[in-house]
T-cell receptor
Framework: NAGVTQTPKFQVLKTGQSMTLQCAQD?????MSWYRQDPGMGLRLIHY???????DQGEVPNGYNVSRSTTEDFPLRLLSAAPSQTSVYFC?????????????FGSGTRLTVV | DQQVKQNSPSLSVQEGRISILNCDYT??????FLWYKKYPAEGPTFLIS?????DKNEDGRFTVFLNKSAKHLSLHIVPSQPGDSAVYFC?????????????FGQGTELSVKP
C-alpha cells in the first residue's frame, strides 16, 4: 500500500548513543515532516522539508538533525540520545510544498532512552 | 506558548449520544483547521477540516463548527459509536507560516460506552 513507512517501530537506546529513524514515502510528496508526541503535549514539529535539499527547523529541533537527499526519504538523526527524547515519533508527508491539508502520517516509532 | 489548546484530556459518552470535542486557538492568522483521530499504536488519520472562511462543515456523522470571533472550534459526533473511541487532535495551520505546518492541540481521549 502507498503511504508513509517508518522504521523501526520500537527502539531502546542508552543515553549518549546515536541512531537514525527512517521515514520513506512513495506518493511523490514534496513536503515531509517529523513530529514527536508526548503525554499532555500533543504533537510537536521537530523538522520539516519542502523538497529535496531543503530542510528547516520546527518547534523543538534541538538534539535532532535531518537531511533530504531524495524526495522519498527523510531520516531523523539523534546524535547523542537523552532521556528527554523518550517519545513517540511520527513522520508525515503532504503533496505540495505550501498547503494546509492532505497530510499522511506514518504509524510511528516508539523510542525509549535509558 | 500553546497556540492550540484542548482543555479536556478525556470525554466519556454513551453510545448513540452526541460527543462534543472542543478546541481553542490564539493565533488569528490560522486559516485552516483540522481534526485528526488516533488509535493506539497507529499514526493520526485525517477526519474533517474547515477553512477559516466557513463556520460549519459536515461529513456524515461528523460536523465541525468554527467561531472565529471566539477563536473556538468544536467537533460534533452524532450518533457516537464505540468505534469512535480514540484520541482526537485538533490542529491549525496558516499557509503563510512555514509552508502550512500543522500546530496540534494536546488531544482529547474519547470513550464511547455501549
Amino acid at each position: 500500500n502507498a503511504g508513509v513507512t517508518q522504521t523501526p517501530k520500537f527502539q531502546v537506546l542508552k543515553t549518549g548513543q546515536s541512531m537514525t529513524l527512517q521515514c520513506a514515502q512513495d506518493m511523490n510528496h514534496e513536503y515531509m515532516s517529523w513530529y514527536r508526541q508526548d503525554p499532555g503535549m500533543g504533537l510537536r514539529l521537530i523538522h520539516y522539508s519542502v523538497g529535496a535539499g531543503i530542510t528547516d527547523q520546527g518547534e523543538v529541533p534541538n538534539g535532532y538533525n535531518v537531511s533530504r537527499s531524495t524526495t522519498e526519504d527523510f531520516p531523523l538523526r539523534l546524535l547523542s540520545a537523552a532521556p528527554s527524547q523518550t517519545s513517540v515519533y511520527f513522520c508525515a508527508s503532504r503533496k505540495g510544498a505550501v498547503s494546509n491539508y492532505g497530510y499522511t502520517f506514518g504509524s510511528g516509532t516508539r523510542l525509549t532512552v535509558v | 506558548d500553546q497556540q492550540v489548546k484542548q482543555n479536556s484530556p478525556s470525554l466519556s459518552v454513551q453510545e448513540g449520544r452526541i460527543s462534543i470535542l472542543n478546541c481553542d486557538y490564539t493565533n488569528s492568522m490560522f486559516d485552516y483547521f483540522l481534526w485528526y483521530k488516533k488509535y493506539p499504536a497507529e499514526g493520526p488519520t485525517f477526519l474533517i477540516s474547515i477553512s477559516s472562511i466557513k463556520d460549519k462543515n459536515e461529513d456524515g456523522r461528523f460536523t465541525v463548527f468554527l467561531n472565529k470571533s471566539a477563536k473556538h472550534l468544536s467537533l460534533h459526533i452524532v450518533p457516537s459509536q464505540p468505534g469512535d473511541s480514540a484520541v482526537y487532535f485538533c490542529a491549525a495551520s496558516s499557509i503563510y507560516n512555514q509552508g502550512g505546518k500543522l500546530i496540534f492541540g494536546q488531544g482529547t481521549e474519547l470513550s464511547v460506552k455501549p
